[in-house]
Every structure is written in C-alpha cells, then in structure tokens.
C-alpha cells in the first residue's frame, strides 16, 4: 500500500486502503461529517485511534459504560468521607493494573495521555493547555458537588502515588481543574 509522509508539528504516516462499509453505517458516519465540519477520512482516523487507544484495551481490564444519570445518583447516596475513601482506593487498589492492560506505564505523562483520552472518549467537556513549562487543564463535569470531590481526590491521590508535588488543584460544584508544573 503506498504511504503519505505529513510534516509538521509531528511526523504522522499513513497507509491508503480501502474498506466496504455497511451503506446505513456509511451514511451516519456522512451526517456525522457533514455536523462536524470534518472529512469522513478524519471522522473514521478519530474512530480507529479511539478503538486502538482506548475502547479494545479498556474492554480487557473490566470497564464499562454507565449513564451519567446513574453514576451521578449512586454517588449522591455516599458521604463525602465515602466519597473520598472511593477515590483513595481506586488509585490505591486498580488503577496502576488498568493502566497496564491497556498498554501504559504508571508515570505522569502515561496517567495523562490516558486520562485525557478518557475524557474525550467519554465525552466528558474539558481544555488542555499544555507547554514547557505547564500543564493547565479544567474539566467541566456538570455532575454535582460529590463528583467534584470524587474527581479532586482522584487527581490528588494519583499525583500523590506518582511523587508529584508541583500540582495545583481547584474546585466548583461541577468543574475540576489542575495546573502541573513541569
């Protein structure tokens, strides 16, 4: 197959090949296109990176998909002690083994790199500022008070275990926001 070198900010190359796709699913993945202002080409690279990066290694470690509603009510029913107790555990107990059945390290700029395509594959709204010197990035949950704190402790338990001191966290009722210093 021939392959197409990019230059730019990345080296990215790709290989032409040529699929058959169900005319229902072709015509979704056009709508979605046309919705989005993207070529197809670029709509179906997103779904492949999404399946590679996430949605195949993530299948293999146990997760799932819960709606928002759900999760948002369960974790109302906990006290915020609970609450924290959660998050200390989940970092603690399973989340170094997600990290490596799907493929990564245990290290900040691993933690990151699937963090963040956690949240966009879930499609949880957030921005990522990244330079040399800093990483700023502020998660918009829309979940209520109790995911905040969930999210903040999470974040402060993971930077803790990775014996990273130079973080800043800040908090609303529905927002979660850090700064990482390099």
């Known amino acids: 197959?021939?392959?197409?070198?990019?230059?730019?900010?990345?080296?990215?190359?790709?290989?032409?090949?040529?699929f058959r796709i169900e005319r229902n699913i072709l015509e979704e993945l056009?709508?979605?296109?046309?919705?989005?202002?993207?070529?197809?080409?670029?709509l179906v690279n997103q779904i492949f990176r999404q399946y590679v990066k996430w949605h195949n290694p993530?299948?293999?470690?146990?997760?799932?998909y819960w709606s928002i509603a759900l999760l948002t009510r369960m974790?109302?029913?906990?006290?915020?002690?609970?609450?924290?107790?959660?998050?200390?555990?989940?970092v603690k107990n399973e989340l170094?083994?997600?990290m490596r059945m799907i493929g990564q390290e245990y290290t900040v700029s691993s933690f990151l790199d699937g963090f963040l395509t956690w949240l966009?594959?879930?499609?949880?709204?957030?921005?990522?500022?990244?330079n040399e010197n800093v990483d700023d990035c502020a998660i918009y949950l829309n979940m209520g008070r109790k995911w905040s704190i969930w999210f903040e402790n999470y974040l402060q338990f993971v930077f803790e275990d990775l014996k990273?001191?130079?973080?800043?966290l800040e908090v609303t009722d529905n927002m979660?926001?850090?700064?990482?210093?390099k």
Do not use: W
């Open 1 to 18: 197959m021939p392959k197409v070198n990019h230059t730019g900010k990345g080296k990215i190359e790709s290989e032409c090949i040529t």
């Open 58 to 64: 993530a299948s293999k470690t146990g997760l799932m």
């Open 96 to 98: 170094k083994g997600i």
């Open 30 to 42: 056009r709508q979605e296109s046309n919705e989005k202002a993207e070529s197809i080409n670029t």
């Open 164 to 168: 990273e001191k130079n973080v800043e």
């Open 176 to 181: 979660v926001s850090f700064k990482l210093k």
């Open 120 to 130: 966009r594959v879930s499609s949880i709204r957030y921005k990522h500022m990244s």
């Open 75 to 90: 974790i109302d029913f906990l006290t915020d002690e609970e609450v924290v107790e959660l998050a200390e555990h989940y």
